[in-house]
């Protein structure tokens, strides 16, 4: 499935690309086709048209919050095989900032890998790439330069025929001028002219770029606009460590304030714990507490609906 435009969806098929539509029972259930998702179609050639009738089970899927009031996720892309984390080495690099994008990372089940781009205005490369390499546990961390070509075959490595990659990243890091690069043309020429409406055509060709190895790369609004969501299984990757001395305070609901025996405030006084890295893991466990509450909040009044619901089927039903 390469992009979808309201009711309508765009499908890459042994037809070649193909317009369709939901089937009755897709539309009005929960499940919709996202971006990256591979569908069972029906297919009608003569027609051009499709109607998609299943979403097969997805292999990684990034989700984000639909509003504030609404907590339900949204799968923003599926399937995607690795993940780039792209961040500047000009004067936007932020370690903390790849840590947030690492945890969405994990948690969508896709691999990731950390780029550094600009690597051609910064004089101290390495050490920017060792300090990264000391958050991101075992996640390869590559420097890249677009107008030098430095580090685009090692970003081509990752997404050989038959493999998809998205990358996560904030504005102005260089994303778009990476996958021009990857892709050998300017791509950036046909987003000008999405703004003027001439057709969505040139939409579906930038959500789901084909590499002229094979490789897909998936580049879609919702991507880019990715907020923080239900991060758990991907915080304990991310903070693996401070995970593991929290587990060893002397209290299981340890504050990490003034209690005795906290491990986390003797690893921050012995040297052994950042404290900016222990300050950036407290501040997204708070976030993530305050989603729980929403969570939950919504589940109540799920709950309320269906008992509501419940009781009128009785009614029906009794005479
Ligand atoms: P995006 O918002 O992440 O898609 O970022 P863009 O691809 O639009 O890049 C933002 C700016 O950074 C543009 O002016 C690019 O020319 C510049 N840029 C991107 N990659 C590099 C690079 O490797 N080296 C240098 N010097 N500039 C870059
Ligand atoms: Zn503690």
């Known amino acids: 499935m390469a992009v979808e435009h309201r009711s309508e969806y765009v499908i890459y098929t042994e037809h070649g690309e193909l317009r369709a539509e939901l089937a009755g029972r897709l539309r009005h259930g929960d499940e919709h086709p996202a971006v990256g998702d591979w569908v069972a179609v029906a297919l009608r050639p003569s027609e051009g048209r499709a109607t998609i009738h299943a979403v097969l089970p997805r292999r990684s899927a990034f989700t984000r919050k639909v509003a504030w009031a609404e907590t339900k996720p949204q799968v923003v892309a599926a399937n995607v095989d690795v993940v780039f984390v792209v961040c500047g080495l000009d004067a936007n690099y932020n370690v903390r900032r790849i840590e947030r994008y690492l945890t969405l990372a994990w948690e969508s089940g896709a691999q990731p890998v950390v780029l550094l781009t600009k690597a051609d205005l910064c004089d101290d490369v390495d050490p920017r790439v060792y300090e990264v390499e000391s958050i991101a546990f075992g996640v390869p961390v590559h420097a890249v330069s677009a107008p ?37 043309e300017e791509l950036l020429a046909t987003q000008g002219l999405r703004d003027d409406g001439r ?57 990490h304030r003034e209690e005795p025996g906290c491990a986390v405030r003797a690893a921050l ?43 009128r089927s009785m009614r029906k039903t009794s005479y």
């Open 199 to 255: 057709g969505r055509h040139t939409t579906s060709h930038r959500q789901l770029v084909p590499l002229p190895e094979g490789g897909l790369v998936l580049d879609t609004p919702g991507m880019r606009e990715l907020q923080l969501w239900d991060a758990d299984e991907g915080m304990q990757a991310a903070f693996a460590d401070v995970d593991a001395l929290a587990a060893q305070c002397r209290f299981a609901d340890c504050a």
């Open 148 to 184: 030098h070509g430095d580090g685009l075959e090692t970003v081509r490595s990752y997404v050989p025929a038959g493999r998809t990659a998205a990358l996560l990243g904030s504005s102005g890091v260089g994303k778009s001028t990476l996958v021009n690069a990857l892709v050998g």
């Open 269 to 311: 006084a012995g040297g052994t714990l950042d404290v900016e890295r222990f300050e950036s893991w407290g501040k997204l466990q708070r976030e993530l507490e305050r989603l729980a509450r929403k969570q939950d909040a919504r589940a109540r009044s799920e709950s309320r609906k269906e008992r509501a619901r419940f009781a």
